[in-house]
């Protein structure tokens, strides 16, 4: 019978052909070696089945799971219900790791006997060349118990987190109901159980950054963000958390109120003013949205008509 490995890496595909083989061979290339690699295609059209059963025909540490589309969430529940390892780690197949990667994630299991979800520091990455760190050096890592800068933000990147299999699952796995953000969902779930986190301020992980429409993702991000919070503030037996999820919400709607004012603004401009005001009137602390409300609604007396187009852009480009 074959060895139970320690860690089992999760890695889910969508027409990923193209990038997909520079992930598994960093993936392959890591200096630990007890893992098994668990590659989900998620009824790809293009070559990505091939990529990776050229990678399993080479390495008995990878294997593939082919289902019908249905979204990430459901692709890693698939590999979650197979893997047999002690940890589970994620990778995406646009991303990279660097070598030694789970060798420190390993090293700080053993430094601390109660942590049960493990992070790096990573790069963002266009892919050519880094672009700049997650975690500055001026940033506290948020290792011990994070639940109070979790509801704030996910401040972990999914692609560096090496978590105990048991909470995974004892956490219900992956919310297929969720678009984005599925990651944050489950880890403020695995919060509610007890998550001690250990982290290292070294990059080891790239996360690709892909050009395209970014005011477009900005709004679904945002809308999944406060369908993360209201599901997660409804259902949190930490009462403590309660004021700080409803802080966390507030600033999410008005992030939302806002990322739908920048998608107006070339389409339907005149409904911009209404959308920064909902904004302001959600977290009315936050002066800039009363600012910028002023600046794209300035009354025509005193020359709007000349002044919100330029207003507008420079916004957009702020904010």
């Known amino acids: 019978m074959p060895k139970t490995p320690l860690v089992s890496i999760i890695v889910p595909a969508f027409n990923a052909a193209g990038v997909i083989p520079d992930a598994l061979a960093s993936v392959r290339n890591q200096t630990f070696e007890d893992f098994e690699t668990i590659i989900v295609d998620d009824g790809s059209t293009d070559g990505t089945v091939a990529v990776a059963r050229s990678f399993c ?6 294997s593939l799971l082919q289902r019908v589309h249905s979204g990430v969430s459901v692709a890693r529940n698939a590999a979650l219900a197979r893997a047999r390892g002690q940890w589970i780690a994620f990778q995406d197949a646009d991303d990279i790791w660097l070598p030694q990667k789970l060798e420190r994630q390993v090293e700080l299991s053993r430094q601390d006997p109660r942590a049960n979800f493990l992070f790096t520091n990573f790069f963002y990455w266009d ?3 880094d672009l700049y760190l997650n975690y500055a050096a001026d940033r506290l890592l948020p290792e011990g118990d994070p639940a109070h800068e979790l509801v704030l ?7 560096t987190v090496m978590v105990k299999r048991d909470l995974v699952l004892r956490a219900g796995l992956f919310d297929p109901a969720f678009v984005f953000a599925q990651d944050w969902d489950l880890w403020l779930r695995i919060a509610e159980l007890g998550l001690w986190a250990r982290g290292t301020r070294e990059p080891l992980a790239r996360y690709r950054r892909w050009p395209g429409n970014q005011t477009r993702r ?3 991000v945002a809308e999944w ?3 993360v919070l209201e599901k997660n503030s409804r259902a949190t037996r930490r009462a403590q958390l309660r ?3 409803a802080r966390s919400l507030a600033a999410a709607r008005t992030r939302l109120q806002c990322a739908r004012a920048r998608s107006l603004l070339e389409s339907h401009p005149e409904a911009v003013p209404a959308a920064v005001w909902r904004a302001w009137r959600l977290n009315p602390r936050h002066l800039k949205w009363l600012l910028w409300f002023v600046l794209v609604a300035w009354p025509k007396s005193l020359g709007g008509c000349a002044t919100a187009p330029i207003a507008h852009r420079k916004i957009f480009r702020k904010w």
């Open 127 to 129: 892919g050519v060349s």
């Open 225 to 227: 963000d406060v369908r």
């Open 153 to 159: 933000a996910c401040v972990y990147g999914n692609l």
């Open 218 to 220: 900005k709004l679904d």
């Open 57 to 62: 025909a080479t390495d008995a540490r990878f």
């Open 243 to 245: 004021p700080i999820y």
